[in-house]
């Protein structure tokens, strides 16, 4: 199998890429973002390219290791939809070639306008979202298997966010061509990661049942289904003629001078690779275990940070392995969760007023917005553990009997009966601790 993608990142822009409309196309109302140049009004030209924009796309180009084309044109693309009021839109030609992210070679990094929102449906434009600065990732068709798709996205993602350069209310929209039986087929319309996977999983059992069939592949361009998890056969594939291809007459060349792609450079924040090596270093971790801590940006800051109240060890396991468990498991980044209420969760196990398995409890409860933390921890804070070990030794004197004639068995149904009255605040190994020492004596 062979998967190469494009992928689509919305910029994380004030402004559109040739006017100054705001860029908040979800937030707005319908089509109050707009003016004559975003909605290709006759007679109207485009004002100059958006800095912002740019310096976003050099930072992602060097960012996958690309090679920065001196100088470079937009263009225009054409093609006729709702959507696009120009009947073109303006892509650029690559200001980076050549890069590599992982073992995935990049072919190329260019900047292009969003087009508006059609809702087939309802037969309505917002144009909010026409001429918002995107920039469009080409891969070479690298990608072997569902895990490196995943992989790869999951990994492209995370240097994205460390760039800054995702704009809040956006998402990476992608076409991925997949190769399974030397028959390209382009899926189109799929907007997250776990789209992708999803996607390719559903075209590689469509495949695999048509050549069952006897039935050809068709090179064709499908399009991704995301309420249905299905792909549906659209057009065959345009080819670049259909689109005729010009040189924009009303933008001017851009020059990327020596001293914008220095500066550009000068101001690369800390990346996920140097972050993980760091981490190795500084707090001793393996390599899986720096890799998942960084891989979130935000959990990654949130780890540095909890680290040094509550110790690297304590923070390793509820940071990389139980709060990350609990957010892959609800398809959540650590960006969507109230930080506040997980510290304070961290904090009553880290002080021993709760258990582990509490914390775990209430943990779950504060992700799926169940309650503040608050409130929840003090429904599990159970009366103090002495005085429950008494009275459990008191209401089972069988069973003491039993442990203090040697059956040693006796004993873990006294702490069950413990854990049963502390609904798991305390840890077993505790009460199992306090239980021996009481009974002893
Ligand atoms: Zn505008
Ligand atoms: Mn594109």
């Known amino acids: 199998m062979k998967i190469g993608l494009e992928i689509h990142v919305p910029l994380n822009t004030r402004s559109k890429l040739f006017c100054t409309c705001p860029t908040n196309f979800l937030s707005a109302e319908p089509n109050t973002n707009v003016c004559p140049v975003c909605t290709g009004q006759p007679g109207s030209k485009p004002m100059g390219l958006n800095e912002k924009a740019l310096e976003l796309g050099l930072k992602i180009a060097l960012a996958l290791n690309c090679e920065i084309s001196p100088s470079f044109r937009f263009l225009r693309k054409h093609y006729f939809y709702p959507d696009l009021p120009n009947n073109y839109q303006r892509t650029s030609e690559p200001l980076g070639r050549n890069g590599k992210l992982g073992k995935v070679r990049i072919w190329e990094v260019h900047i292009e306008e969003d087009p508006g929102r059609y809702d087939l449906r309802k037969g309505t434009v917002d144009y909010n979202r026409s001429g918002i600065p995107l920039v469009e990732i080409v891969t070479a068709p690298d990608i072997g298997s569902v895990e490196e798709l995943r992989d790869f996205l999951r990994t492209l993602y995370s240097v994205l966010s460390y760039l800054d350069a995702i704009h809040p209310e956006g998402t990476l929209r992608m076409d991925v061509n997949i190769s399974l039986y030397d028959t390209r087929v382009e899926i189109k319309n799929v907007n997250s990661i776990h789209g992708a996977v999803k996607a390719v999983q559903y075209e590689i059992l469509r495949q695999e049942n048509l050549r069952r069939q006897g039935q050809e592949i068709k090179r064709e361009t499908r399009h991704y289904d995301e309420n249905h998890g299905i792909t549906i056969a659209l057009r065959t594939k345009e080819t670049a003629e259909d689109y005729r291809y010009v040189p924009d007459p009303d933008v001017p060349p851009v020059d990327v001078g020596r001293d914008l792609v220095e500066k550009v450079r000068g101001e690369m924040p800390e990346l996920p690779h140097e972050r993980m090596r760091r981490f190795m270093e500084e707090y001793g971790l393996n390599r899986t275990v720096a890799w998942t801590l960084v891989l979130d940006r935000e959990l990654g800051d949130f780890f540095e940070e909890m680290a040094r109240e509550m110790g690297v060890e304590f923070c390793v396991e509820w940071c990389a392995k139980i709060l ?118």
Do not use: F
């Open 324 to 441: 990350r468990g609990e957010l892959n498991y609800r398809n959540m980044r650590m960006k969507d969760v109230d930080r506040d209420e997980v510290v304070e969760v961290l904090r009553a196990v880290r002080e021993e007023k709760i258990g582990k398995p509490a914390g775990v409890e209430v943990l779950r409860k504060v992700l799926d917005g169940e309650g503040r933390a608050r409130d929840l921890l003090r429904t599990y804070t159970a009366p103090p553990l002495e005085e429950v070990v008494e009275e459990v030794i008191r209401e089972n004197p069988e069973a003491v009997r039993d442990y203090r004639s040697g059956k040693k068995k006796a004993l873990d149904y006294l702490v069950g009966q413990v854990l049963r009255k502390t609904k798991g605040v305390y840890d077993p190994k505790k009460v199992r601790e306090r239980l021996e020492v009481v009974l002893r004596g």
